[in-house]
């Protein structure tokens, strides 16, 4: 069972909104309940393997964007833009994760794991924005590209534009932050409108870019099309599956971030 208050080591009672990580079972971990100290158990184990590989594996994907010079293409860029919020991912959030899921296993209650808790809820908060917006730049990266071939394909200053726009996502997050100290409600409903606009704008990039992919899978089966455009339409095929496998790991993180309800003041 899960008790509806928290009392600190001072004796002093919280809510039970204000220092559990697991709203959406309740309360705060009550060691009689095992199937909720197994479940938070087992989600602990996962954040401490998968950490290291979060850190490696995107470190990996930001090194070797940035020294091979076949690899700087458009969207692998934003592929390293998004890499790099998945390292702080791993550099801070999940540690601070980790943290808190094993002081709530131990029935902490302090003034201290509230800081912590609050602060890891905020930091998440603001990597998981950045990451959506990055998706959301890559799908609509993907989806200019591929109804403009010719202009996108004379642009300018690419790389330039598209780290601008990583920048700018950036800004975004960091402003929505902002936004939440000042009040959470308003920072409530306007991610809730922001994030449903972006998530509207995102699942038409992609139905649009792939809706084109395949009849240009059907004009290059029925006509004559010279090996170079074969291997150029390849490749914008391998860019879309890299952008629909980053989308769908956003849109997990979007909807486990969505869980958590913001603490209380």
């Not at 060691?31 to 490696?56: G, M, R």
């Not at 601070?96 to 131990?106: E, G, K, P, S, V």
């Not at 609509?140 to 990583?166: D, P």
Request: charged share 15%; with cysteine; glycine share 4%.
């Amino acid at each position: 069972m899960y008790s509806s208050t928290a009392t600190s080591q001072n004796g002093s009672a919280k809510p039970a909104d204000e220092c559990d990580m697991s709203h959406v079972l309740g309360g705060n971990l009550d060691p009689e309940n095992s199937t909720a100290f197994i479940a938070i158990t087992l989600l602990t184990v996962i954040a401490i393997a998968s950490c290291p590989f979060t850190i490696l594996l995107n470190a990996l994907v930001i090194v070797a964007v940035n020294t091979k010079p076949r690899l700087k293409t458009s969207s692998n860029i934003l592929v390293g833009c998004l890499a790099v919020t998945d390292v702080f991912m791993g550099l801070f959030a999940q540690p601070m994760y980790i943290a808190c899921r094993t002081l709530n296993l131990h029935g902490d209650t302090s003034d201290e794991y509230c800081t912590l808790l609050r602060l890891t809820r905020n930091i998440i908060r603001l990597l998981a924005a950045s990451s959506i917006l990055h998706v959301f730049i890559m799908s609509f990266e993907r989806y200019y590209a591929i109804k403009n071939v010719l202009t996108y394909t004379a642009m300018r200053n690419k790389t330039r534009k598209l780290l601008g726009s990583s920048a700018l996502a950036w800004i975004a997050a960091i402003a929505g932050a902002v936004l939440q100290a000042f009040s959470i409600k308003v920072f409530i409903t306007f991610t809730s409108i922001l994030l449903s606009v972006i998530l509207a704008v995102i699942i038409f990039c992609q139905v649009g870019v792939y809706s084109e992919t395949r009849r240009h899978v059907k004009c290059i089966a029925a006509q004559q099309v010279s090996l170079e455009a074969r291997k150029k339409f390849s490749k914008e095929k391998k860019a879309l599956k890299l952008t629909s496998c980053a989308e769908a790991v956003s849109r997990c993180v979007c909807a486990n971030f969505a869980k958590e309800k913001p603490p209380t003041s």
